[in-house]
């Protein structure tokens, strides 16, 4: 299977879904993360606190943009390699995007035409009239970029239309388990990243210029994977929202619905202590 992540900024793809594509490397399925933004505004916690120093590091405080690009670069190229991510694509527009441009949409159509993948993880979009959100707009145009390349016409375009099977979004924070709780608004799909949780902090553990690495990125795969694996009844998952309905020769149940014991779900799923088993390095 190809896999596609559509996402706004460079550590986006690790802190949403690292895990699940991290399992899906290890089932030798094919995985190529696109980066929409080049990150070098976005959580520039490196340079702004050097500059709070009295002494501040010139070669730091003075970087410029593209310096801070390459840095970030570097990062998200060792995250990648940690959790099997095959091919990185950046676009390299600025972190401040505020609407959906035709350009950019151009852009994420002819990579799903050239990729071709089966699989496309993004955003969940919030409203779209809250501009403020880059990750919004970004998921906006990854939708309409899907469509795009479905329209795409050989004697046209010089490439037949492309269609993506299924499109996966994360980041929507609602995490109840049943058709009722939110009116029907949830996660309706989760991945059990416990297997390769030691991978996901490794690759969060990369982004030292945002601050991500360290405590916060054990206290977000704690909070957020681990409300989300309580969810699942497993340790730590990652949760998505399925845009297309699914067609099966018969109703389904999942091997882990088989497999929970209510009774006892509570305890498998609190087993894990990752500051402890997954201790940081000295001094952060």
């Known amino acids: 299977?190809?896999?596609?992540?559509?996402?706004?900024?460079?550590?986006?793809?690790?802190?949403?879904?690292?895990?699940t594509l991290a399992r899906h490397a290890d089932a030798g399925d094919d995985i190529t993360a696109l980066i929409v933004t080049h990150g070098g505004r976005i959580h520039a916690n490196r340079y702004a606190e050097e500059w709070r120093k009295n002494a501040p590091d010139e070669a730091i405080a003075a970087a410029g943009v593209d310096e801070i690009i390459g840095h970030k670069k570097g990062e998200l190229e060792r995250a990648a390699e940690i959790v099997g991510i095959r091919k990185l694509i950046t676009l390299d527009h600025d972190d401040n995007l505020a609407a959906v441009r035709e350009d950019a949409v151009d852009q994420i159509a002819e990579t799903i035409?050239?990729?071709?993948?089966?699989?496309?993880?993004?955003?969940?979009p919030k409203n779209p009239v809250f501009a403020t959100d880059t990750h919004t707009v970004i998921s906006t145009m990854a939708l309409a970029a899907v469509a795009r390349a479905g329209m795409?016409?050989?004697n046209l375009d010089g490439r037949s239309e492309t269609w993506v099977k299924q499109i996966f979004?994360?980041?929507?924070?609602?995490?109840?388990?049943d058709?009722?709780?939110?009116?029907?608004?949830?996660?309706?799909?989760?991945?059990?990243?416990?297997?390769v949780v030691d991978r996901k902090i490794a690759a969060m553990d990369c982004f030292d210029s945002q601050g991500y690495s360290g405590l916060f990125a054990r206290k977000l795969i704690e909070a957020n994977n681990g409300e989300f694996g309580r969810a699942a009844g497993v340790n730590f998952a990652e949760a998505f929202v399925r845009l297309n309905s699914e067609t099966h020769p018969l109703l389904t149940v999942t091997d882990a619905a088989r497999e929970a014991d209510p009774l006892t779900r509570h305890v498998t799923y609190s087993q894990i202590d990752l500051r402890a088993q997954f201790p940081m390095r000295v001094g952060e």
């Open 1 to 19: 299977m190809k896999i596609l992540t559509v996402y706004a900024h460079p550590a986006d793809t690790i802190t949403n879904c690292g895990g």
């Open 113 to 124: 035409a050239l990729e071709a993948p089966d699989v496309i993880l993004c955003d969940y």
């Open 152 to 154: 795409f016409l050989k």
């Open 169 to 177: 979004m994360t980041s929507l924070q609602a995490t109840g388990n």
């Open 179 to 195: 058709a009722l709780s939110y009116y029907g608004l949830r996660n309706d799909y989760f991945v059990d990243i416990t297997p």
